[in-house]
């Protein structure tokens, strides 16, 4: 399994190395607004989503490393 | 011709300084943020208010900080005695039925994280959390770095780290000594991974990450029912393993659909050494009405598979080692429907109102409503 994903990250790397044209940061004014950020638009509504799902379900990780504990799981 | 060059020059830095910096929309504020949380069937009920504040120190630190407060009651199913009502019985006298065991607890939370950015506008967060409950206390340290590959700012490389001390009281309801023990579990997380701007459009991100539990990993209110129908039948607390390593990846993807439309979509595989294996596909999109106006509809798909040691019955385990009848760790699906309004009353306050729907194929149903204002200086 980390085979595949080291493999999606380096097809992922090599795809932004050759496949993927410039983009000069004059042209970035599309990829600034906020709702092109990744996450949402609310941070504190996304971290009260993730807390519900660590609490629901048995699966967690992959949105950062910051983070506490909680007894609800 | 001179000019122009100035010109060029100064958009590029200008844009460079925006696009490049997390810090994007980071305006100095202060946010409150309230949260509603009900289950069906009298389940549990979380009510949640957060305030949190971000600050700028020159252009190059920012410091984020938040605090919650969370009062949770109402009631979770675990196997208890037919003939018991109170919270803790574990008697073995008569049958066992799998039913809502009522609780309340409440919990406070706060987290501070710096963020220091550097000559070529590198990254890097370093944070500290806290959590406060009366059975359980986690305390973290995390630290992550975000590189430029490029000139440009299309291309980063983040690695990061955190790692958790947790605390738990283990009250001993199965001898009904009233004894309590203090138990510990660390939690080490690390995740890497690359970000691409992939045209004047869209964007992608890709990330691995491991996450190593270790200690007391058990539920000390979740039953099981061991040795059922026999002379030694007990209803006891369960037991998980003390150790859970978890890999997983996260594939994000987000675009524009014509001009002020835009779609992100964000898959999620994790996989662990309990036998637990998971998808998640996550689906928003944000339409900007006007300058004032934000809408936003979302759809979140999530299926895991069940933990080698789950079982629901009661007439199952015996002498396993492990056992649990948790019904988390069992195999489900789950859909979150998402709605959610964002109005910017003026330059400076803006308020926003979230409303969404969960639906487990366990049974679970659960609403969230988030609501708050945030003022920005």
């Given at each position: 399994?980390?085979?595949?994903?080291?493999?999606?990250?380096?097809?992922?790397?090599?795809?932004?190395?050759?496949?993927?044209?410039?983009?000069?940061?004059?042209?970035?004014?599309?990829?600034?607004?906020?709702?092109?950020?990744?996450?949402?638009?609310?941070?504190?509504?996304?971290?009260?989503?993730?807390?519900?799902?660590?609490?629901?379900?048995?699966?967690?990780?992959?949105?950062?490393?910051?983070?506490?504990?909680?007894?609800?799981? | 011709?001179q000019?122009?060059?100035?010109t060029?020059?100064?958009?590029?830095?200008?844009?460079?300084?925006?696009?490049?910096?997390?810090?994007?929309?980071?305006?100095?504020?202060?946010?409150?943020?309230?949260?509603?949380?009900?289950?069906?069937?009298?389940?549990?009920?979380?009510?949640?208010?957060?305030?949190?504040?971000?600050?700028?120190?020159?252009?190059?630190?920012?410091?984020?900080?938040?605090?919650?407060?969370?009062?949770?009651?109402?009631?979770?199913?675990?196997?208890?005695?037919?003939?018991?009502?109170g919270?803790?019985?574990?008697?073995?006298?008569?049958?066992?039925?799998?039913?809502?065991?009522?609780?309340?607890?409440?919990?406070?939370?706060?987290?501070?994280?710096?963020?220091?950015?550097?000559?070529?506008?590198?990254?890097?967060?370093t944070?500290?959390?806290?959590?406060?409950?009366?059975?359980?206390?986690?305390?973290?340290?995390?630290?992550?770095?975000?590189?430029?590959?490029?000139?440009?700012?299309?291309?980063?490389?983040?690695?990061?780290?955190?790692?958790?001390?947790?605390?738990?009281?283990?009250?001993?309801?199965?001898?009904?000594?009233?004894?309590?023990?203090?138990?510990?579990?660390?939690s080490?997380?690390?995740?890497?991974?690359i970000?691409?701007v992939?045209?004047?459009?869209?964007?992608?991100?890709?990330?691995?990450?491991?996450?190593?539990?270790?200690?007391?990993?058990?539920?000390?209110h979740?039953?099981?029912?061991?040795?059922?129908?026999?002379?030694?039948?007990?209803?006891i607390?369960?037991?998980?393993?003390?150790?859970?390593?978890?890999?997983?990846?996260?594939?994000?993807?987000?675009?524009?659909?014509?001009?002020?439309?835009?779609?992100?979509?964000?898959?999620?595989?994790?996989?662990?050494?309990?036998?637990?294996?998971?998808?998640?596909?996550?689906?928003d999109?944000?339409?900007?009405?006007?300058?004032?106006?934000?809408?936003?509809?979302?759809?979140?798909?999530?299926?895991?598979?069940?933990?080698?040691?789950?079982?629901?019955?009661?007439?199952?385990?015996?002498?396993?080692?492990?056992?649990?009848?948790?019904?988390?760790?069992?195999?489900?699906?789950?859909?979150?429907?998402?709605?959610?309004?964002?109005?910017?009353?003026?330059?400076?306050?803006?308020?926003?109102?979230?409303?969404?729907?969960?639906?487990?194929?366990?049974?679970?149903?659960?609403?969230?409503?988030t609501?708050?204002?945030?003022?920005?200086?």
């Amino acid at each position: 399994m980390m085979k595949l994903i080291a493999m999606s990250i380096m097809a992922l790397s090599l795809m932004g190395c050759s496949m993927v044209k410039e983009v000069k940061p004059w042209e970035k004014e599309t990829l600034a607004r906020p709702i092109m950020q990744f996450g949402g638009i609310h941070p504190e509504v996304t971290k009260f989503e993730s807390h519900v799902y660590f609490s629901k379900e048995a699966s967690r990780g992959g949105s950062g490393v910051a983070g506490g504990g909680c007894g609800c799981n | 011709m001179q000019l122009k060059n100035i010109t060029i020059k100064l958009s590029q830095a200008t844009a460079i300084a925006i696009v490049a910096s997390n810090a994007l929309y980071a305006e100095n504020y202060v946010a409150v943020e309230f949260l509603q949380y009900d289950e069906n069937n009298n389940r549990v009920s979380v009510s949640a208010p957060t305030l949190s504040a971000s600050y700028d120190i020159g252009t190059d630190y920012t410091i984020k900080a938040d605090f919650v407060h969370d009062a949770v009651s109402g009631a979770t199913p675990v196997w208890q005695s037919d003939t018991a009502s109170g919270a803790s019985g574990r008697d073995d006298s008569g049958d066992y039925v799998y039913k809502n065991q009522e609780f309340e607890e409440g919990r406070n939370a706060g987290s501070i994280m710096l963020t220091t950015r550097f000559v070529n506008r590198d990254e890097l967060y370093t944070g500290i959390d806290v959590s406060r409950e009366s059975d359980f206390d986690s305390k973290s340290v995390s630290a992550e770095y975000m590189h430029y590959t490029d000139k440009s700012h299309n291309q980063s490389i983040n690695i990061g780290a955190s790692f958790a001390y947790n605390e738990i009281l283990a009250y001993d309801y199965d001898t009904g000594s009233g004894a309590s023990a203090k138990e510990t579990s660390t939690s080490i997380n690390l995740q890497g991974g690359i970000a691409q701007v992939l045209s004047e459009h869209s964007s992608a991100k890709a990330e691995a990450f491991v996450i190593v539990d270790d200690g007391y990993l058990t539920n000390p209110h979740a039953t099981v029912v061991r040795n059922y129908g026999t002379a030694e039948q007990r209803l006891i607390t369960e037991n998980r393993p003390d150790k859970r390593t978890a890999y997983g990846a996260n594939l994000k993807y987000i675009t524009m659909l014509g001009d002020d439309i835009s779609y992100q979509a964000n898959y999620r595989f994790y996989t662990d050494d309990w036998d637990i294996n998971s998808h998640t596909i996550d689906n928003d999109i944000y339409y900007a009405m006007n300058d004032d106006l934000i809408l936003g509809l979302g759809l979140r798909y999530y299926t895991q598979t069940e933990a080698s040691f789950y079982n629901e019955k009661k007439d199952f385990f015996s002498d396993e080692e492990f056992a649990s009848s948790d019904e988390r760790l069992s195999s489900f699906n789950a859909l979150t429907y998402k709605a959610s309004v964002d109005y910017k009353i003026n330059d400076n306050i803006s308020y926003n109102l979230g409303a969404e729907f969960y639906s487990q194929s366990t049974g679970l149903d659960a609403t969230m409503i988030t609501t708050g204002f945030k003022y920005k200086f």
